[in-house]
């Protein structure tokens, strides 16, 4: 299930080498020798420049990390995330005077410098380890990053190796690994059972659309994440042109983070009811296919038309919302690659959310800088409702006109839970498009950290 082998810290007494992270203001505060060396090298402590510093027996006895000037560091975010990979086999640890925030957010960059996606091509992830700085709790970033992992892995792999079927195998994998049940609902099935825009969605795909439901922990209040599976979006017969499904691999980041954030939940041992819904589809193009023009009757009875088939995210999770909400739950969460407008509007670094519970969109900000997990709140607009009622249905999933699309989408999704309810949507992206430190190029958790350390503010 992980491509990389799970994150590590070394051991508290191993013979580790320290690390100077520092900007250009901060060169004089070095031990003597470093500070020549550095002189001698052209360190000048710019952005992720590293510079390593000779011991007296020839061994390395010192690394340089540059952190940049002071004024602009708050946009390089886990920057011990660069080391792993620049460093050679062994054991370092922080040098120098850390805050508890500053070595939490090292550690964690230091883990998730590690992650390699080696399924295809082989590889070994890097061999520097970290000593876990004092005061840190290892074992709670250990099981952070191993979830971090898990979303970028399942992500990562391109539909040939990650369509429903193998999604289901990698929700089923989880349970058994973190002891939850689990159990899945696939093909006409369905209908059956009244799941019908996941199916008419799904149905066109040679892999069976299904509905994934895991369920772990006895005590504490319930929280059911809910998280958008679509394999791969072709748009259906509203096709999508080339350059827009290059990377529709990744349109079942919502399923893959919920995915990773409920291992991190579980392996933490988070005192809740923890109960996961996945839709499993791939929107394909099939003489079955669902069409423009098509109403749909949801699982809450509600009607929808449908004006574009690009628009298919929002549907299966119309159904799986509807039944999370069945049992009330404390708090229901979803996630979802599901807007292009969302991009537009916060870009690809950061998670916008919305929440009617202010508590938690308080909690989820201060907890988005402590964790460096970006996120943005934008409003469940009640003003634009009408934008989605075409008349003709109770909904529309696709309004017309191109503006508010990610309000639009979030206020769709709100008519498919319990009027009241304690109800989130992150509208992800999913991918980090270049890389940075602490994160490849490729599949990328995103606001889940921030809602972790956000839950036990809130939900108690």
């Known amino acids: 299930m992980y491509s990389t082998p799970l994150p590590r810290f070394a051991p508290s007494d191993a013979k580790a080498c320290p690390v100077w992270a520092i900007g250009p203001e901060g060169l004089g505060e070095l031990p003597e020798a470093a500070a020549e060396w550095a002189g001698a090298t052209g360190f000048k402590g710019g952005p992720s420049e590293v510079c390593l510093v000779p011991g007296e027996d020839g061994a390395l006895g010192a690394v340089l990390l540059g952190l940049g ?20 086999e062994g054991a370092y640890a922080l040098a120098g005077d850390w805050d508890a925030r500053d070595a939490q957010e090292a550690a964690l960059g230091f883990l998730f410098g590690a992650y390699r996606f080696t399924r295809y091509v082989p590889g070994e992830a890097p061999k520097a380890q970290l000593v876990c700085p004092e005061g840190v709790d290892g074992a709670q970033l250990e099981a952070i990053a191993a979830g971090e992992f898990l979303t970028r892995d399942l992500i990562n792999t391109p539909t040939s190796d990650m369509g429903p079927e193998a999604l289901e195998d990698a929700f089923m994998a989880l349970a058994a690994e973190q002891g939850a049940t689990a159990s899945a609902v696939r093909g006409d099935d369905l209908l059956a059972q009244n799941f019908p825009m996941i199916h008419a969605v799904g149905r066109a795909s040679a892999e069976a659309p299904r509905l994934l439901d895991m ?127 969302a991009r537009v509007a916060v870009g690809d670094d950061i998670s916008p959310f919305f929440t009617g519970n202010a508590a938690l969109a308080d909690a989820l900000t201060e907890a988005a800088q402590e964790v460096a997990d970006p996120v943005w709140r934008l409003p469940f607009h009640a003003p634009y409702e009408p934008r989605i009622e075409p008349g003709i249905a109770d909904l529309d999933n696709a309004p017309k006109g191109g503006m508010a699309g990610a309000i639009t989408a979030a206020l769709f999704l709100r008519r498919f839970v319990p009027e009241g309810a304690d109800y989130t949507h992150f509208d992800i992206y999913g991918w980090q498009p270049s890389p940075a430190p602490g994160r490849p190029k490729g599949g990328v958790g995103m606001g889940a950290r921030a809602l972790l350390a956000a839950l036990p503010k809130v939900l108690k």
């Open 215 to 341: 369920r772990w922990g006895e005590d504490g209040p319930a929280l059911t994440l809910v998280g958008k599976g679509v394999c791969f979006d072709t748009g259906g017969l509203n096709l999508k042109p080339g350059a827009s499904m290059g990377l529709m691999k990744k349109d079942m980041g919502g399923s893959a983070t919920v995915l990773g954030l409920a291992r991190m939940i579980m392996a933490l041992g988070l005192k809740l009811r923890l109960r996961v819904l996945v839709p499993a589809v791939e929107n394909s193009v099939s003489s079955n296919s669902f069409r423009p023009q098509d109403i749909l009757t949801s699982r809450k009875g509600l009607t929808v038309e449908i004006n574009n088939t690009d628009a298919e995210g929002r549907l299966v999770l119309a159904d799986a919302l509807t039944l999370a909400g069945e049992e009330n739950p404390d708090m229901i969460v979803s996630f979802a690659t599901l807007t292009g407008a």
């Open 69 to 88: 000037p002071e004024a602009g560091r708050d946009r390089r975010r886990l920057v011990t995330g660069d080391l792993p990979a620049r460093l050679p």
